[in-house]
């Protein structure tokens, strides 16, 4: 078993930055994919980003590219979302999860853990 947990999640106005962390615990995720989504009320989950299992493949949703960059750190058991130029359009549950393959997929249903997820609030 895998044990997801996001932090860095809050309430920053537009154009600000927010650094999300996702601490897996349980198993090494240095073998696998590692992904981030995110779910505005009202609406489904949507893909956000993803990084293969070394962080040499990266892939982003184009509402995203240029402004959010994702990274891991292997050692560290620990994967980033690193989000700038904020937009109220980003606020949203934002979740981390495991892949069931090494390669950065950017659909759900290829991920098979997945975190509690971390509110991130977008003021005009």
């Known amino acids: 078993q895998v044990q997801l947990v996001e932090s860095g999640g809050g309430l920053v106005q537009t154009g600000g930055s927010l650094r999300l962390s996702c601490a897996a615990s349980?198993?090494?995720?240095?073998?696998?994919?590692m992904g981030w989504f995110r779910q505005a009320p009202g609406k489904e989950r949507e893909f956000v980003a993803a990084?293969?299992?070394?962080?040499?493949?990266?892939k982003y949703a184009d509402s995203v590219k240029g402004r959010f960059t994702i990274s891991r750190d292997n050692a560290k058991n620990t994967v980033y979302l690193q989000m700038n130029s904020l937009k109220p359009e980003d606020t949203a549950v934002y979740y981390c999860?495991?892949?069931?393959?090494?390669?950065?997929?950017?659909?759900?249903?290829?991920?098979?853990?997945w975190g509690q997820g971390t509110q991130v609030t977008v003021s005009s």
């Open positions: 990084i293969s299992y070394s962080g040499g493949g990266t």
């Open positions: 999860a495991r892949d069931s393959d090494n390669l950065a997929s950017v659909t759900a249903s290829s991920y098979v853990y």
């Open positions: 349980g198993r090494k995720i240095s073998s696998y994919a």
